[in-house]
């Protein structure tokens, strides 16, 4: 009996505790639910809301929506450059203990979008541009009689594109380096990123630095192998190598200059093995050269494991460009550990545009009409597929610029040249300003 005394007096507060806790919780949310008590809370509860150009996430987060300064919601169903739209009264409720957050490359799909016209294009002039840029790309120096294609910009689907500014570049690549690796796209991406960081103006105090990688144009070459710029106040580096096929490419006979040439499908390019350790920035392209035209006449022979390859499927063309754009994503990927603050990206392939016919037979790109087959992607996925599927499951980013390009065929250099029309027309390359532009800016907002 004594027991059991005991055992409810010691029960009865602990009764009494729950009891209280309940009424409480009741109190508290009918004071929650009250709208007289909502006026009471404080300021910084009630203005916890996004300024500027940011993104208010729902509280389920399955949907977010941009918002821009005078609370406009953009409208993904037009080609209007600015915002559309007012605020819907209950489209969402904003909570102070919601999560908002900035726009972010995160939160972005860079590759689907629509281009959009915009004014303020382009980002530097043709003519003015004659320090960094190929004459033979820059088509206000040729007969071209239309520029329209100049006057667009890229509208990603889930948020706005970062305005480019040279100066805030800079700054972000202060005492950074940044190289492209590839073919002759990749030296107009390259050129492109140099128009645009000068403003496409003449500008003395930048360095030419190539000597101290080693791109000095060899003895009877048309020219070197790359080139390399330094931006002195911030010390930031812009260089482009050329490998078109991103294989380690070695003379069998140093000693001929007409000697076959050992192409290893499975060895990275020795420049690239040779300063990944100086780059910041990698950003990689390889794709037009993987046919047997290009290998015949540069001598290229196909080596695999130190010596030539004997293996029929690795011989056809499509396989030994995949297997070397795999070797290549799978040795770098590798060296990301040893390398934290490299950020790698691979571009994906640049769309031709030849029409009744092929480079060499009469194929041309006459169109001087923006967006004739639509200007707006809404894919999943890349269209380069080789690339797509060789990233996955590394870090290395893919750059995917295939389809917002393959809607610009009006942006090639076509027949027109800085010696006049010609009967034969290029409609793999890019007018300068243009396409490439974008394809840097996108690489930017990434970075």
């Known amino acids: 009996m004594k027991s059991g005394i005991n055992y409810s007096f010691r029960g009865r507060p602990i009764s009494l505790a729950l009891a209280a806790c309940f009424l409480f919780t009741i109190l508290l949310w009918t004071w929650e639910s009250n709208p007289i008590a909502a006026t009471l809370r404080s300021a910084q509860e009630w203005y916890l809301m996004p300024s500027g150009t940011q993104k208010l996430e729902e509280s389920e987060g399955k949907s977010s929506t941009p918002i821009t300064k005078n609370g406009t919601i953009p409208n993904a169903n037009t080609v209007d450059s600015e915002a559309v739209g007012s605020f819907p009264a209950k489209s969402l409720e904003i909570q102070y203990n919601q999560d908002v957050r900035s726009p972010s490359s995160e939160d972005c799909n860079y590759a689907k979008g629509r281009w959009v016209a915009e004014s303020r294009r382009p980002l530097y002039s043709g003519f003015g541009c004659k320090q960094w840029l190929s004459s033979m790309w820059s088509c206000r120096m040729t007969q071209r009689p239309d520029f329209s294609y100049e006057g667009y910009r890229w509208q990603p689907v889930n948020c706005d594109m970062p305005e480019f500014d040279s100066s805030s570049f800079l700054r972000k690549m202060k005492d950074k380096t940044i190289?492209?690796?590839?073919?002759?796209?990749?030296?107009?991406?390259f050129q492109s990123l140099m128009c645009m960081v000068t403003g496409g103006q003449?500008?003395?105090e930048v360095q030419n630095v190539a000597w101290e990688y080693g791109l000095v144009k060899p003895r009877g070459a048309i020219r070197p192998d790359g080139w390399a710029y330094r931006f002195p106040?911030?010390?930031?580096?812009?260089?482009?190598?050329?490998?078109?096929?991103?294989?380690?490419?070695?003379?069998?006979?140093?000693?001929?200059k007409l000697s076959e040439v050992a192409m290893h499908l499975d060895r990275p390019p020795a420049f690239m093995r040779r300063f990944l350790d100086r780059f910041d920035v990698l950003v990689l392209?390889?794709?037009?050269?993987?046919?047997?035209?290009?290998?015949?006449?540069?001598?290229?022979?196909m080596h695999v494991d130190g010596k030539p390859n004997e293996d029929k499927r690795i011989a056809e063309i499509p396989n030994a460009k995949n297997l070397t754009i795999h070797n290549v994503v799978r040795w770098l990927d590798s060296q990301l550990v040893s390398h934290p603050r490299l950020k790698a990206f691979f571009r994906t392939i640049s769309p031709r545009h030849f029409y009744n016919g092929d480079w060499n037979t009469g194929g041309s790109c006459d169109n001087t009409i923006p967006f004739t087959n639509g200007s707006e992607v809404t894919q999943e996925g890349s269209m380069d597929q080789t690339i797509e599927s060789a990233l996955k499951g590394t870090k290395i980013k893919i750059l995917d610029i295939t389809a917002l390009s393959q809607l610009r065929d009006e942006a090639h250099m076509s027949r027109y040249t800085a010696r006049?029309?010609?009967?034969?027309?290029?409609?793999?390359?890019?007018?300068?300003?243009?396409i490439p532009d974008t394809w840097n800016e996108l690489l930017v907002a990434q970075i």
């Open 420 to 434: 006049g029309i010609q009967n034969t027309s290029d409609c793999l390359h890019w007018c300068l300003p243009g």
């Open 285 to 301: 392209n390889t794709g037009h050269h993987w046919n047997r035209g290009k290998l015949t006449a540069n001598r290229w022979v």
């Open 202 to 204: 003449e500008n003395p």
């Open 233 to 256: 106040k911030t010390n930031t580096t812009i260089l482009y190598y050329w490998s078109a096929s991103l294989c380690d490419l070695v003379p069998l006979n140093v000693l001929d």
């Open 179 to 189: 190289a492209f690796i590839g073919d002759s796209l990749g030296r107009q991406q």
